[in-house]
């Protein structure tokens, strides 16, 4: 597997540097949708004649914080929602530096109501089937990305 890293993709030097330290293989490509896919690489061993993408198939969108996906829900929201309603069926919001706690509390530097802010976030889940996965300690993102998509890929070989 190799993971794919949208090159528009910024400040993930952590999650680049867990990639490296534990010899995950990625690389860098424009990808429509999403910070991050993957591709399984030829492998005539095992049968595999090409490459294969995923990235239409699943991603996962970075937001580094919480004032980030404030102002996509806020000022940038109808090209979020554009984003999201063309993205793959199958895909996560990875939300890092943050709990759920910290919205509802109004732990976050922006004008962003949160009511309005936590309401905005179900309703995307709803509507665009984008489940929002809390990451308070980013040292951890490369770990989920990994195992994301290795855990999507053993499914996808099962049949689901």
Same mark, same amino acid.
């Given at each position: 597997?190799?993971i794919?890293?949208?090159?528009?993709?910024?400040?993930?030097d952590?999650?680049i540097?867990?990639?490296?330290?534990k010899?995950v293989?990625?690389?860098?490509k424009a990808?429509?949708?999403? %910070?991050?896919?993957?591709?399984?690489?030829a !492998?005539? $061993?095992?049968? *595999?004649?090409?490459?294969?993408?995923?990235?239409? &198939?699943?991603?996962?969108?970075?937001k580094?914080s919480?004032?980030?996906?404030s102002?996509?829900?806020?000022?940038?929201?109808?090209?979020?929602?554009?984003?999201l309603s063309?993205?793959p069926e199958?895909?996560v919001?990875?939300?890092e530096?943050?709990?759920?706690?910290?919205?509802? %509390?109004g732990?976050?530097?922006?004008?962003y !109501?949160? $009511?309005?802010? *936590?309401?905005?976030?179900h309703?995307f889940?709803? &509507?665009?089937n984008?489940?929002?996965f809390?990451?308070?300690?980013?040292?951890?993102?490369?770990?989920?990305?990994r195992?994301?998509?290795?855990?999507?890929?053993?499914n996808?070989?099962?049949?689901?």
């Amino acid at each position: 597997m190799t993971i794919l890293v949208d090159t528009r993709e910024q400040k993930a030097d952590h999650i680049i540097g867990y990639f490296d330290r534990k010899s995950v293989n990625h690389k860098k490509k424009a990808l429509n949708y999403g %910070d991050y896919s993957f591709m399984i690489p030829a !492998n005539e $061993k095992l049968g *595999i004649q090409r490459d294969i993408y995923f990235d239409s &198939k699943v991603c996962i969108e970075r937001k580094g914080s919480l004032e980030e996906i404030s102002g996509n829900l806020s000022k940038d929201r109808a090209r979020f929602e554009k984003e999201l309603s063309l993205a793959p069926e199958t895909k996560v919001i990875l939300l890092e530096n943050a709990n759920y706690s910290d919205i509802a %509390d109004g732990n976050y530097n922006t004008q962003y !109501n949160k $009511k309005s802010f *936590i309401g905005s976030l179900h309703s995307f889940w709803f &509507k665009y089937n984008v489940p929002i996965f809390f990451m308070p300690d980013n040292k951890y993102s490369g770990l989920f990305i990994r195992l994301y998509f290795e855990y999507y890929f053993k499914n996808y070989l099962k049949g689901k």
